[in-house]
């Protein structure tokens, strides 16, 4: 009986020895090294305009530097952990988990002035970004806004179709998944029933994948208790336009992915675009889908960061960055992140994930202080690799990591490690640990407030 427990609890009690071990690394390692400080002279005025994954990294290389004046702008007062959006958007986790205040990582112990504004332009001339009315003077410019959903020219989708980029996003999606299972327990129609309970995701990358897992489990875990009435009634639908999920994954991981998408009853349709989106329905060529939430994961695009710099712009809005990241035309000017049109050591398209973007912040912030006493000669970006990963639901994952290809519970720990390393603060790897340790033992989920 005793090796029986044992045995049912060894992946929560692995997965709290590793979130231990991973919290205290963080919270206790010596800090990283600062960045290389030069004495004497005028401070330079330091704009970083988005406090993402990129700006931030940049922001925090240079805020404990003496002769640097710097200024974050973004159009929120929070940092954002947009990988675990999904599981805000499912009641997972709740929003103050995956998210921490700017001021609070930059201002408490540093020199930093923390500006809660939306950007609407650049003025190139003057060296100033403009924000409304406002002006703010700039000698060096760090532009990381990111990206935002694409719908490939047809905004009209974007009301019936949300995307996930926002704490707004997720909180929207949650209420409607949320209120779904509601109106469906009150609802007398089977038809009307079944379309509360219809969901597809459009896109078969990782937010797809992940969002849909998380749906097929919400369903598995809460309705037998909460809604005993719909139990096996939801109806989850993948739609993505090339033949397989995960395509820049290997075919292996690819091919796992979606068989246990299926084992968990995830319906597949691969090899098909959608034509249209109504309110409550999608069609895909001689296919109609009637469905009530319908959730856009088929592709991002840059901010207007090239209409603020009055530049044509490249693939998906990006702006297109020199090897050492900065305008060709304007040296002083930096794009970074899914902003920036960056090539690789290989000559290819850097990809658009948060490990590219902190990756080139901390780059961006080593040449701003190499370049305080004027222009010096330095090494073009090179981006590291350390892998991908994608979680389907509990125990299901994939990960390429260098030459491996993990699946399964090991590639599930390593997600789980990889995402409270790198969540922003002590407080929310504590929290965010917590609360996944709870769930996967309890099966249940509390962040399920229907504001």
Known sequence: MRLSKLQRYRVPLALAGATAVVILAARFAPAAKRTRQKGGGKPRRVV??????????????LVHVPRVDLTVIDQNNHHLFQPLLYQVATAALSPDDIACPIRDTLVRGGRATVRMQRVTGVDTNAREVV?????IAYDVLVLATGSEPTYFG????????????????????????L??????????????????????????????????GAIAELAHDMLPR??????????????EAESELLAHFAPGLSH???????????????GVKVAEIEPGRLKLGDEELVASTIIWAAGVEATPVAKWLGLKPGHGGQVQVGPDLKLPDHPEIYVIGDAALAVGGDGKKLPGLAAVAKQQGRYVAERIVEELDGPAAAKPFRYRDYGSLATIGRNRAVA?????????????LVWAGADIVFLMG?????????????SYVTHRRDSRIIS
């Open 48 to 61: 970083v305009v988005g406090a993402g994954f990129g700006g931030l990294a940049a922001a925090r290389r």
């Open 131 to 135: 924000c409304g009315e406002e002006r």
């Open 154 to 177: 047809h905004s009209a989708w974007r009301k019936l179709a949300p995307g996930l980029k926002t704490l707004e996003d997720a909180l929207g999606l949650r209420r409607q998944i």
């Open 179 to 212: 209120g779904a299972f509601e109106q469906a327990a009150l609802a007398s129609d089977p038809a009307e029933r079944d379309r509360l309970l219809t969901f597809v995701l459009v896109g078969g990358g990782p937010t797809g994948v992940e969002m849909a």
């Open 226 to 239: 909460d809604y005993p009435g719909l139990k096996g009634r939801v109806r989850v639908v993948v739609v």
């Open 256 to 270: 796992y992915s979606e068989q246990q998408l299926r084992r968990m009853g995830v319906e597949l349709r691969t």
């Open 400 to 412: 390429e990591i260098g030459g491996m290809h993990l699946r399964g519970v090991p590639a599930w």
């Open 426 to 438: 002590f407080r929310n790897r504590a929290l965010v640990s917590a609360q996944w340790l709870i």
